[in-house]
C-alpha cells in the first residue's frame, strides 16, 4: 500500500487545500492529512476544529485519514511507515523552505521523499493570512474556502 502524508497548518482549510488532498488522494493508496503543529505562527483555530473542518470537506474522499501531532512530521512519518510527505509550493518563497525541510527530512529519515505539487492557477495566491484579512475587511472569500466551512471562517474573523 503507498501512503504518503499531506501536513499543514490548515488554519483554516483553503479551497489551495483541498485541491493537494483530492490530487493526492487519486496518487496514493492512502493519504493522511496531519493537522500540524508550527512553532511559527499562532493558530486561531484548535486542532479539533481543524481537523472537523478537513473532515467536513472531505467526507466523500476514501482513502484519506484526518489526524494531527505534536512531533515533528517525519517523526509522524517514521511511526506510521509513511515514505512520501506532500506540500504544495505555491511560489519561490514555498520553494525555499521546502527545500530546507526535504534536507532535515532526509537527515532524519533517508527513506523519506518529498512530493511538491504545484496549486491550480485559480488557487496560487490563496493563504490563510489573505483568507482571514478579507475575512475582517468583510469581502466574500467563497473563491478561497470550501463552502462546508465558510460560514465557520466567517463567524471566527468578523469583526463584531
Known amino acids: 500500500m503507498r501512503k504518503a ?27 493522511h492529512i ?22 467536513d470537506c472531505t467526507a466523500n474522499i476514501k482513502n484519506i485519514v484526518v ?5 515533528l512530521v ?3 512519518c517514521k511511526e506510521n511507515n509513511i515514505k512520501i510527505i506532500i506540500r504544495g509550493m505555491r511560489n ?12 532535515y527530512n532526509r537527515d532524519i529519515y533517508p527513506e523519506i521523499e518529498t512530493i511538491l505539487l504545484m496549486p491550480t492557477s485559480k488557487n496560487q495566491v490563496v ?5 482571514k484579512e478579507l475575512v475582517v475587511f468583510g469581502c466574500d472569500i467563497s473563491k478561497y474556502v470550501p463552502n462546508q466551512i465558510i ?3 466567517v463567524n471566527k474573523f468578523k469583526i463584531k
Not at 489526524?67 to 512531533?71: D, G, I, K
Open 127 to 131: 493563504s490563510s493570512s489573505s483568507i
Open 74 to 76: 517525519v517523526q509522524y
Open 92 to 103: 519561490y518563497s514555498d520553494y525555499e523552505s521546502e527545500f530546507s525541510l526535504f534536507q
Open 151 to 153: 460560514h465557520r471562517v
Open 67 to 71: 489526524t494531527s501531532s505534536e512531533n
Open 5 to 31: 502524508v499531506y501536513p499543514g497548518s490548515f488554519d483554516p482549510l483553503s479551497n489551495g487545500h483541498l485541491d493537494i488532498i483530492k490530487r493526492a488522494a487519486k496518487l496514493f493508496d492512502e493519504v
Open 34 to 55: 496531519l493537522v500540524s503543529h508550527n512553532i511559527h505562527k499562532k493558530s486561531s483555530f484548535s486542532v479539533e476544529e481543524r481537523i472537523q473542518m478537513i473532515k
